[in-house]
């Protein structure tokens, strides 16, 4: 449904781009020649690698992107992971294992991709655990049924693959490198939760209830996944500038409406929306108003299940401290032994 071919357009003509947000100029001529550079390599779409020089702005906005990403991706386990246990077949459950697994994945893969930009780990962990750092809002909600972890693949992973797909043409390269693989992965998650939704709708009237109930809580805010409206969103122009944005809040939750509406028909579930119907002139679906307040309340920590979720996450890292001294203390004796075989 969603795949590596997904067709990006090049926004670099964009009217939105004209609208750059101030950013620190170079301080001297040698900063300036730099930043002419870098300037070129953006404008070519080629890619920026670490060891290359870069304005402290688009470092600072990829550790900002970049970790957030990794926080949703490691906090995104919990939701579904409360159903591993709870997975009606023994198909079902190796599936989920395999998916909660991969979103682990994506998680090291996306700390790795920001500890190149010169932050360490342990600072973007102790971010997520104070609750400085965002993640994304979708998984501050509870996960009430079986049919919750087919709508999270459908809708969830939907809307995250997306957002996803551009992102492997992102400038920073290690970002669009892992992004190639993660967005694999994810296409893999997305059907896997339809498919266990096309047999729910085959099943009893229960069954079918509960996918209709799981889809009702979750459309609204899978659209609000996608960030706030262009208008307000503060990152977006320079980001689309510099290349690590490629298609913007609104245009990215545009496509996954007339992606979805006829998945949706087949599956034979109603999209809770009344306002949802196809606008001929505009060649795509009209739908109606998000719930931004809600929205912007459980980015700022107050939504159903924020606190739940912080505490899991802090739990689990301290009870993991001992696996991370034994690997330490491995290495430390490994060393030691190569040092006085090498003596
Ligand atoms: N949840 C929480 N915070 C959000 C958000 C969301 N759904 N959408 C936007 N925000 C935050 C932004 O991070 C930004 O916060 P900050 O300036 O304090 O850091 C603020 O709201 C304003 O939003 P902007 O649109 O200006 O911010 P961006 O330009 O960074 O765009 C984004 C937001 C589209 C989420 C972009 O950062 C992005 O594409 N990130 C990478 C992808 C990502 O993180 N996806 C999260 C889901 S991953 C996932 O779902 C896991 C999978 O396994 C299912």
Avoid at 33 to 47: E, M, P, S, W, Y
Avoid at 272 to 278: E, R, V, Y
Wanted: proline residues 5%; hydrophobic residues 40%.
């Amino acid at each position: 449904m969603y795949t590596q071919s997904f067709n990006v357009p090049d926004d670099a003509g964009d009217a939105k781009t004209a609208r750059l947000k101030a950013v620190p100029g170079p301080v001297d001529a040698a900063e300036a020649a730099l930043q002419a550079h870098f300037d070129t390599v953006i404008d070519a779409d080629h890619k920026v690698e670490p060891r290359d020089w870069m304005p402290e702005a688009y470092r600072k906005t990829l550790v900002r992107q970049i970790s957030q990403h990794a926080h949703s991706e490691i906090v995104g386990m919990l939701p579904e992971g409360n159903w591993i246990s709870r997975a009606p077949s023994l198909k079902r459950k190796a599936i989920l294992i395999a998916k909660v697994q991969d979103e682990g994945g994506h998680g090291l893969y996306l700390y790795s991709a920001a500890e190149t930009l010169g932050t360490s780990r342990d600072q973007m962990l102790d971010g997520l655990h104070s609750g400085k750092a965002k993640y994304s809002s979708i998984f501050n909600y509870p996960t009430l049924n079986w049919a919750d972890v087919g709508v999270i693949g459908w809708l969830v992973d939907g809307a995250a693959i997306m957002n996803q797909i551009p992102l492997c043409r992102c400038s920073y390269g290690p970002y669009a490198r892992a992004m190639i693989r993660v967005c694999k992965e994810e296409s893999f998650h997305q059907r896997q939760g339809y498919e266990a939704l096309l047999v729910m709708m085959q099943g009893t009237a229960e069954q079918k209830a509960m996918v209709q109930d799981a889809v009702n809580r979750y459309w609204w805010k899978c659209l609000a996944m996608f960030g706030p409206p262009d208008a307000d969103s503060p990152n977006s122009v320079q980001g689309m500038r510099w290349g690590i944005k490629r298609i913007s809040n609104d245009d990215l939750r545009q496509k996954f409406v007339d992606a979805t509406v006829p998945q949706a028909e087949v599956l034979g579930v109603t999209l809770p929306d009344p306002d949802l119907k196809w606008n001929e002139a505009r060649g795509h679906y009209d739908y109606g108003q998000i719930d931004w307040d809600e929205f912007w309340a459980t980015v700022n920590g107050n939504g159903p299940m924020n606190k739940e979720r912080l505490a899991t996450r802090v739990k689990a890292h301290e009870q993991g401290a001992w696996v991370r001294d034994a690997a330490l203390a491995h290495a430390r004796k490994q060393q030691q032994r190569q040092q006085k075989e090498a003596a």
